[in-house]
């Protein structure tokens, strides 16, 4: 069975770019989650995805945002890039109702120059 | 959610036992303990999760006080391949409204051959 899976691994933009992160889910998964990690520091919840709607977003301003596709699949969009958006972004998906079990992606890489 | 509160890093002998405190004093009575862990350069994965009974997997034993205020991950046989960021996260399973887990900074288990 395979993971979940992100695309870029990397991604190299520009500050005032935007930038597009792809996830695929868990085959089965309806929810799926993206979280930013800026080095040395821990996980910090970005959006939540369940059957196509937004259902919870955290402290982040409205130029993070993203959608969930009708096959579960989801991107994250960040525009107008700043410095600070540089992070791991991850993403991770589980079934509606257990949420304690994340699958997480190994993330992208995005550097913002 | 509760706070939780974790050393910031632990060293542990290879094929010894590593024993991982967390501190949640302010634990409600239906939140859920939670350990994730995260090995460089990968998204976090799922170690075990419980209320108030001590859990035993094919990864790790979790240990929950009586109170319920602090709880002990053990790797009973930690390999090198056990070093890694460990999260423990407090909350309450299917918490509507916010599907989601908050991962703090966590402890980096260093595993000395």
């Known amino acids: 069975e395979a993971g979940v899976t992100q695309s870029p691994t990397h991604l190299i933009k520009t500050r005032g770019q935007q930038a597009t992160l792809r996830c695929s889910p868990i085959s089965g998964h309806t929810s799926v989650y993206w979280y930013q990690q800026a080095l040395g520091l821990g996980l910090q919840f970005l959006l939540w995805y369940d059957e196509g709607e937004e259902r919870n977003r955290g402290n982040f301003p409205p130029r993070f945002s993203g959608r969930q596709f009708p096959n579960y699949s989801s991107e994250l969009n960040v525009n107008a890039l700043e410095l600070e958006d540089s992070a791991l972004y991850l993403c991770a998906s589980s079934k509606t109702g257990e949420s304690e079990k994340l699958f997480f992606g190994s993330g992208t890489q995005l550097s913002v120059l | 959610d509760a706070k939780t509160t974790q050393p910031t890093s632990m060293d542990c002998a290879e094929g010894r036992a590593a024993n991982l405190p967390c501190n949640h004093s302010t634990i409600s009575g239906n939140e859920y303990v939670y350990w994730y862990r995260q090995i460089h350069s990968q998204g976090p994965q799922y170690i075990i999760h419980?209320?108030?009974n001590n859990e035993t997997n094919e990864m790790a034993s979790l240990i929950i006080t009586e109170d319920r205020k602090s709880s002990t991950l053990i790797l009973p046989h930690a390999t090198l391949r056990d070093t890694a960021v460990y999260y423990c996260?407090?909350?309450?399973?299917?918490?509507?409204?916010?599907?989601?887990?908050?991962f703090g900074t966590g402890t980096r288990l260093t595993v000395i051959p």
């Open positions: 419980g209320l108030k």
């Open positions: 996260i407090v909350r309450v399973a299917f918490k509507a409204g916010a599907n989601n887990l908050f």
